[in-house]
């Protein structure tokens, strides 16, 4: 799923081709693609685009009369561009959506065969607020603010951070990613941290959000962003399983559970212990290697 730093890229593109170009035309190519009936739809059309911002991890529309197109791309989500004035090598695709600007077109498609991206259309900004989960933008908050946030229920760190109502545009890839940063453990409940942990955690979101935002719309440069995937080979554990740790050299581990994955580095992170992996770890009941050299153990017995 895009995650702030893929959103806030997507935005600086879309600022840069559409911010004051008209909506001509759009088409739905999906009945489940759009949520809302009033305003409806066609309302759009014709108007012009004053304002794009994110909320969560939706991108919004504002268009003249204040109206709001309100798009969540969800997991396998993408935005595609066609410049009018750019030869076309291509065919434009048939997508879930097709936004003709007098700017470009811009097309929504989804991966597989699950329809889950989202459009809606609110009026005014109280339409605009209603669509907001209500978690906290890190990257406008102090530390005080943030602890607060984060102790108000006691959960395991991995799911604090990817709750849209705890914490605004963090996901699965790039929570693991502030984790490794802080060096704490994905599984750690969230009112057993010490201040000196909460600091680290605080710290590690920002640089981590702010790094990626930067890496990312450096890497589209002047392009508009069409490789938008949570898996980047500079990325230190999400997405590396079993690769060496960049810090330690150890490699990293992995849990899974439900539809969602958690990435950590055991020696950075748990202090060597090995998480507890839901279906494996039923599977091997007390043969479920506890640390790292349990592990590596059990793997050069099978070996022999």
């Not at 014709?46 to 991108?59: A, T």
Request: proline fraction near 4%; hydrophobic fraction near 40%; glycine fraction near 6%.
């Amino acid at each position: 799923m895009p995650e702030l730093p893929d959103i806030e890229t997507y935005l600086g593109a879309l600022r840069l081709r559409i911010l004051g170009a008209a909506l001509e035309e759009i088409h739905l190519n999906s009945l489940f693609l759009l949520r809302t009936v009033d305003p409806p739809l066609a309302a759009l059309e014709g108007l012009r685009i004053e304002e794009l911002c994110r909320v969560g991890k939706r991108i919004a529309f504002g268009f003249e009369r204040d109206l709001w197109l309100v798009l969540h791309l969800m997991i396998a989500g993408r935005l595609h561009w066609y410049d009018r004035t750019a030869k076309r090598t291509k065919r434009v695709p048939r997508g879930l959506a097709t936004l003709l600007f007098t700017t470009g077109t811009l097309v929504l498609t989804e991966a597989g065969t699950q329809r889950r991206a989202a459009l809606h259309v609110v009026l005014g900004h109280a339409g605009l607020r209603s669509m907001d989960p209500g978690g906290l933008e890190v990257l406008e908050a102090d530390r005080d603010r943030f602890a607060a946030v984060l102790q108000s229920s006691n959960h395991t760190l991995k799911r604090a951070l990817t709750d849209p109502h705890l914490f605004s545009g963090i996901g699965n890839a790039y929570s693991d990613e502030i984790l490794f940063a802080a060096q704490l453990s994905p599984l750690k409940l969230t009112q057993k941290l010490s201040d000196d942990e909460i600091t680290r955690l605080f710290d590690a979101i920002r640089n981590t959000l702010i790094e990626w935002t930067t890496r990312l719309r450096q890497q589209a440069g002047d392009a508009f962003p069409e490789k938008v995937t949570a898996f980047h080979p500079e990325m230190a554990v999400h997405g590396r399983y079993h690769q060496p740790c960049l810090r330690c050299g150890a490699k990293i581990q992995r849990i899974r559970y439900a539809a969602n994955e958690a990435n950590y580095c055991a020696r950075c992170q748990t202090g060597g212990k090995l998480l507890a992996d839901r279906a494996l770890s039923r599977l091997m009941h007390s043969d479920w290697p506890r640390s790292l050299d349990e592990l590596e153990s059990l793997i050069q017995s099978r070996k022999a």
